[in-house]
């Protein structure tokens, strides 16, 4: 679903930039909106946030985005969901760069997760959950020779610095092998 609404923002900034270039009048606003929307997500990238608030103040600001462009542009509704998006990413990335200065003052864990899938069609993905919650993050899978039995043989390894209790951010991610697990008889199961 993520990718589906990212292809329509891209779609929808594309078909804007298009427009304003033929008539040749540029919105400024939209444009501040496109550079903070993608610094929001280049951002967001880096951490792993488990609050179901988090999901919803996501998808209100990518709603809000989307209002910027399809509202009539000499509207008053217009300029409300404009400053809305505007005001809503300044917040998101204010708060990003806080949780990133926070970040730096603390340690970091390792913790060993189970590798839940992979994808490598056009960008190498990997599949695991943090705190009850699937993630996917990029991952060069170019590396690991037999991809096909990846979720047999490998874990994913998280070096992150825990901010909260739903919030920690990623200092790296890793596959590592699998240990075998030993029985209580010293024999491998």
């Known amino acids: 679903m993520k990718y589906i609404t990212?292809?329509?923002?891209?779609?929808?900034?594309?078909?804007?930039?298009?427009?304003?270039?033929?008539?040749?009048?540029?919105?400024?606003?939209?444009?501040?909106?496109?550079?903070?929307?993608?610094?929001?997500?280049?951002?967001?990238?880096?951490f792993l946030i488990t609050c179901q608030m988090y999901d919803w103040a996501t998808w209100v600001v990518c709603l809000l985005t989307i209002g910027s462009y399809i509202v009539p542009k000499q509207s008053k509704a217009s300029r409300w969901v404009k400053g809305g998006a505007l005001s809503c990413l300044s917040l998101v990335v204010i708060g990003f760069v806080t949780l990133d200065i926070i970040a730096k003052q603390k340690g970091y864990i390792v913790i060993e997760t189970p590798l839940n899938g992979y994808s490598t069609s056009n960008i190498d993905e990997i599949y695991f959950r943090y705190n009850g919650k699937s993630f996917g993050r990029t991952f060069n899978l170019r590396e690991y020779s037999g991809a096909e039995v990846l979720r047999?043989?490998?874990?994913?390894?998280?070096?992150?610095?825990?901010?909260?209790?739903?919030?920690?951010?990623?200092?790296?991610?890793?596959?590592?092998?699998?240990?075998?697990?030993?029985?209580?008889?010293?024999?491998?199961?």
């Open 6 to 46: 990212i292809a329509f923002i891209i779609y929808v900034i594309g078909m804007e930039i298009y427009k304003d270039v033929r008539s040749r009048t540029i919105d400024y606003l939209l444009w501040a909106i496109i550079g903070l929307f993608g610094i929001a997500i280049w951002l967001s990238r880096g």
């Open 152 to 189: 047999q043989d490998y874990n994913v390894e998280l070096t992150l610095i825990p901010i909260a209790a739903d919030i920690a951010k990623i200092e790296s991610i890793d596959l590592v092998p699998k240990q075998e697990l030993l029985n209580r008889e010293g024999g491998k199961r």
